[in-house]
């Protein structure tokens, strides 16, 4: 049975930048459908049982036709929000240090360059779905709950939730806004230790 992971942090911690009541309704609520939805939907599938999150994403193809779409759906949900939590930090904020900033910098000319083609690619993202930091340093959105995993793409450095559930209440349809908002919260600490250059 999969469960909804424990904040290392309040609630209210990341304010003013994203609110406690958009954490936690984005946490208790929308992440546990997640949750409930991907345990139900491996109900009886007990040669399941024993996969990790990960592992069930990245062998979508080998998953019961009748589950499929369920366990893509609700276990990407899973599997990006339990990431995404990861990525955000009371502390966060400013720019990478060490072998991650400097590889951002010459990849897109400067960490703001990156930054710019990252709130491209969100603002660019046509409905609900997901941006990417991938481990090669390449920025891809996806639609829905898709994650790179599911293309057998290693595990993404870090994600960016632009659902408006993950939004609305605190700016509405203002995009834009929430992704500005959304920087000062990333934890590089976090992402750079995901990010291997072997």
């Not at 559930?165 to 750079?192: P, Q, S, T």
Request: glycine share 8%.
């Amino acid at each position: 049975m999969f469960t909804v992971p424990k904040l290392s942090y309040d609630y209210h911690e990341l304010e003013p930048h994203i609110s406690a009541e958009i954490m936690q309704l984005h946490h208790d609520k929308h992440h546990q459908a997640y949750v409930d939805k991907l345990n139900k939907a491996l109900e009886g599938h007990d040669e399941l049982a024993d996969l990790s999150v990960e592992d069930l994403l990245r062998s979508l193809s080998t998953v019961p036709e009748e589950i499929r779409k369920a366990v893509r759906n609700n276990g990407g949900g899973h599997y990006n929000h339990s990431l995404f939590w990861q990525v955000l930090s009371p502390r966060g904020g400013g720019e990478p240090a060490g072998t991650l900033a400097t590889a951002l910098s010459e990849k897109y000319g400067s960490f703001q360059q990156f930054v710019e083609q990252f709130n491209a690619a969100a603002l660019g993202l046509f409905g609900s779905g997901w941006v990417w930091l991938t481990p090669d340093l390449e920025i891809v959105a996806s639609p829905n709950q898709d994650c790179p995993l599911m293309d057998g793409t290693a595990e993404p450095l870090m994600g960016l939730d632009v659902w408006e559930h993950a939004y609305y209440l605190d700016y509405k349809n203002k995009r834009d806004d929430y992704v500005a908002a959304w920087w000062n919260v990333v934890d590089w600490a976090f992402v750079a230790s995901r990010y291997k250059t072997d």
